[in-house]
C-alpha cells in the first residue's frame, strides 16, 4: 500500500466514525417527507405496542362497521411492503364487524403463510380509514386461534401461528405490497391447485373452500376510491440507534401533488415476484424489498465475513461497523448500486431505550431482504399490479 | 446435468398409484428428506405435480411442479437417500410431508425462535443433523432444508437451491 492509500484509508476511516453520511460511497441521504394530509398517514418506527419491537414501522387504522358510524381507531398496525391485506388481532378490534359467509352459510377462515409464521382467524368486513383515503366493504382477517379450531393443514408448514399481540408484535399488518389479494386465483380453484388458504368452518369442523377475488383479503389500497395505485414510504435517515423516527406513508403515485415517481428508478419483480442482487460477483435472484423485514437480511457469514451474534441469533455480530455495495436488478433490466452499513447487532441493542437501527441485519442464505433499514433515508415506491402508473403499470419497486 | 426426463402425473397416475399403495406399505413414513428416493413419488403424488429428473455426477434433481405453483427439488444421492429438499412458489410446501421425521425437531425449534426484541425476518434453523432456511415475502417464498451429513462429497449447501 503506497503512503497516498494509508493517508486515503485514514480519512475515510476517520469520516466514518463521525459522519451521518456513513454508508458505503454514497453521499449522505436527504430525501423529502410529506407532511401528513388527505393522503399522508404518519409512521412511527418505535418499540410498538409490545414496547420491545426491532425496527418496526407503525400506523394507525380506522375500521368500522359497513355503512355506519360505528368505528374504532386501533393503532401499532405494522406497515408491511411484503405482504398484501389488512390482518387485525381479534384481541384489538372492539367493534363487531360482520362475518363473511361462504355462499353455503358457512363462515369464512382463513390461514395466511407468512415466511415464519402463520396467521388463522376469520374473514369479516370493514370500511376502512386511512389518513383521507377510505375503502368500502373490505374483507380483512381477524386473528385469533381460538375462535375457530386450527385446521392440521395450517400447521403442515411447522412454523408457529401469530395470532397474538406477544406473538405478532404488533395489533395488526397492513399488507401494502405489489398484489391486490393475499392469494389470487389460486384460491378460486378446487383441488390440489388451490393452496389451501381459505376455509369454510360448519359447526362439524374447518374445511378447504375456494374464494372469490373479490371475497379474499385485500389490500384496502388497492379499493380506495382515489390515490389507488400504490404507496410510497418515506422514512429519515438514520444514524445508529434511535428511540424513535416519524415518516410518513403516502398514498398513490402521481396522482396527487406530492406523490410524482420524481427521478426515482423502476424495479420490476421476476415472474416469481423477486428482484436479482449481485454482491462479489455473484447474483442472487430470490431477493426482494419488504418493509416488514426488521433487518437487511443477506447472505452468510462465509460470503459476508460477517459473524454471527450468540445471544442476538439470526443477526450479525461484526466487531465494528462494516460498510458493504450490491447492486438491484429488476426484471425491467434497470440497476443500480446499493450501499449500506453493517452494525454489530448485541451492540445495537444494548440500549434499552433504542428501537430504530439503521445497521440491523443478519443472515438470509443465497437472498437480499432488503428490510426497514434499507427504507431509512430512500422513499421507496411500491406499485400495485395492474394499476396505471406515471410510469409502466405495476407491480414495480421504485427508488 | 445428463438424461432428462419428463413424466406427466395425469397420463400414468394408476400406475403410479398402484406402485405407491407398495412403497408405503413398506416404508415407515411418506418422509422425503432422510428416505429413499421412492418416496419422492408419494410427494409427488400429494402434491398432485409432474415431475422432471435430472442427473448430475453425484446426485439426481426430482423437481415436483406441484399444481399450487409452487417447485419443490428433492436431491437424492446415487445411493437413492433424500440428502436435500429446496422450494419456491407463491405458497410454502407441506412441510410435515417433505421433512418426514425430521419435521416434529424443525417445527419445535421454529417455535423456540425468540430474543429480547420482537421482529420479523427469515427463518433459520440449524440443529445437530438438519439445517433449514425460509425467506421471502407473501406470495413469494423460496426454502431448503438438508442433512449436512448426507451431502456427497463434492456437494455444497449453495448447490441446493
Redesign the interface.
Same mark, same amino acid.
Given at each position: 500500500m503506497t503512503p497516498l492509500r494509508i493517508v486515503f484509508v485514514l480519512l475515510v476511516g476517520s469520516a466514518c466514525a463521525f459522519s451521518l453520511g456513513c454508508g458505503g460511497s454514497s453521499s449522505p441521504k436527504i430525501n423529502t417527507i410529506a407532511p401528513v394530509g388527505q393522503n399522508v398517514a404518519p409512521i412511527t418506527v418505535n418499540s &410498538?405496542p409490545?414496547g420491545?419491537?426491532?425496527?418496526?414501522a407503525f400506523t394507525s387504522v380506522t375500521l368500522c362497521v359497513p355503512g355506519t358510524s360505528t368505528c374504532q381507531t386501533i393503532d401499532g398496525v405494522?406497515v408491511d411492503t $411484503?405482504?398484501?391485506g389488512l390482518r387485525i388481532l381479534s384481541s384489538a378490534l372492539t367493534v363487531a364487524l360482520p362475518q363473511q359467509n361462504a355462499p353455503s352459510g358457512n363462515p369464512v377462515v382463513e390461514c395466511?403463510? +407468512? /415466511?415464519?409464521?402463520y396467521t388463522w382467524g376469520p374473514v369479516k368486513t370493514a370500511d376502512i380509514e386511512i389518513a383521507g383515503e377510505k375503502a368500502s366493504s373490505l374483507p380483512v382477517q381477524v386473528l385469533s386461534d381460538t375462535d375457530f379450531t386450527v385446521p392440521s393443514g395450517c400447521t403442515?408448514? $411447522? /412454523?408457529?401461528s401469530a395470532d397474538t399481540l406477544q406473538t405478532l %408484535?404488533a395489533n395488526g399488518i397492513l399488507?401494502i405490497?405489489l398484489?391486490a389479494q393475499?392469494? $389470487?386465483g !389460486?384460491c378460486e380453484q378446487t %383441488? %390440489? !391447485?388451490?393452496? &389451501?388458504l381459505y376455509y369454510e368452518c360448519p359447526s362439524t369442523g374447518c374445511v378447504v373452500t375456494g374464494e372469490a377475488l373479490a371475497q379474499q383479503v385485500t389490500n384496502p389500497v388497492a379499493l380506495f376510491s382515489t390515490d389507488n395505485n400504490g404507496v410510497i414510504v418515506e422514512l429519515p435517515a438514520v444514524t445508529g440507534g434511535e428511540a424513535s423516527v416519524s415518516g410518513s406513508l403516502v398514498f398513490g403515485i402521481g396522482t396527487e401533488s406530492n406523490n410524482g415517481l420524481g427521478s426515482a428508478a423502476v424495479y420490476t419483480?421476476d415472474a416469481? *415476484? +423477486?428482484l436479482t442482487v449481485t454482491y462479489s460477483g455473484t447474483s442472487y435472484n430470490?431477493s #426482494?424489498i419488504?418493509s416488514?423485514?426488521? &433487518?437487511i #437480511?443477506f447472505l452468510d457469514s462465509a460470503s459476508t465475513g460477517l459473524p454471527n451474534c450468540t445471544? !442476538? /441469533? $439470526?443477526f450479525y455480530c461484526p466487531a465494528s461497523p462494516k460498510n458493504f455495495s450490491a447492486t438491484n436488478q429488476g426484471n425491467n433490466g434497470t440497476s443500480g448500486p446499493v450501499a449500506f452499513s453493517v452494525a454489530n447487532a448485541e451492540t445495537l441493542?444494548a440500549n434499552p431505550a433504542d428501537?430504530a437501527f439503521a445497521g440491523l441485519a %443478519?443472515?438470509?442464505?443465497?437472498?437480499f431482504?432488503w *428490510?426497514l433499514p434499507f427504507f431509512f433515508g430512500r422513499n421507496v415506491i411500491v406499485a400495485i399490479d395492474g394499476k396505471s402508473t406515471p410510469s409502466i403499470p405495476g407491480p414495480y419497486w421504485a427508488y | 446435468m445428463g438424461k432428462r426426463q419428463a413424466e406427466s402425473i395425469g397420463s400414468r397416475v394408476v400406475a403410479r398409484a398402484a406402485v405407491v399403495v407398495i412403497l408405503t406399505a413398506t416404508l415407515p413414513a411418506w418422509a422425503a428428506l432422510g428416505g429413499d428416493v421412492a418416496s419422492v413419488q408419494a410427494d409427488q403424488l400429494h402434491m398432485q405435480g409432474s415431475r422432471q429428473i435430472r442427473a448430475a455426477a453425484t446426485y439426481t434433481v426430482h423437481e415436483i411442479q406441484a399444481a399450487t405453483g409452487t417447485v419443490v427439488r428433492e436431491y437424492a444421492s446415487n445411493e437413492g437417500k433424500i440428502f436435500a429438499v429446496a422450494w419456491r412458489g407463491p405458497w410454502p410446501p407441506d412441510m410435515r410431508q417433505l421433512l418426514g421425521t425430521y419435521f416434529e425437531p424443525y417445527a419445535q425449534a421454529a417455535k423456540a425462535q425468540s430474543g429480547n426484541h420482537m421482529g420479523r425476518r427469515p427463518l433459520l434453523i440449524e440443529l445437530p443433523g438438519l439445517t433449514v432456511q425460509l425467506s421471502g415475502y407473501s406470495r413469494s417464498l423460496a426454502g431448503r432444508a438438508y442433512v449436512p451429513e448426507m451431502l456427497p462429497s463434492g456437494v455444497r449447501a449453495e448447490d441446493i437451491r
Open positions: &410498538g409490545t420491545n419491537y426491532a425496527n418496526g405494522l $411484503g405482504s398484501f395466511f403463510p +407468512f /415466511v415464519a409464521s403442515s408448514s $411447522g /412454523v408457529p %408484535g399488507g405490497g398484489l393475499d392469494c $389470487g !389460486a %383441488g %390440489g !391447485a388451490n393452496p &389451501g419483480p416469481n *415476484g +423477486f430470490q #426482494f419488504d416488514g423485514s426488521n &433487518g #437480511f445471544m !442476538a /441469533v $439470526g441493542f428501537f %443478519g443472515p438470509n442464505p443465497n437472498s431482504d *428490510g | -
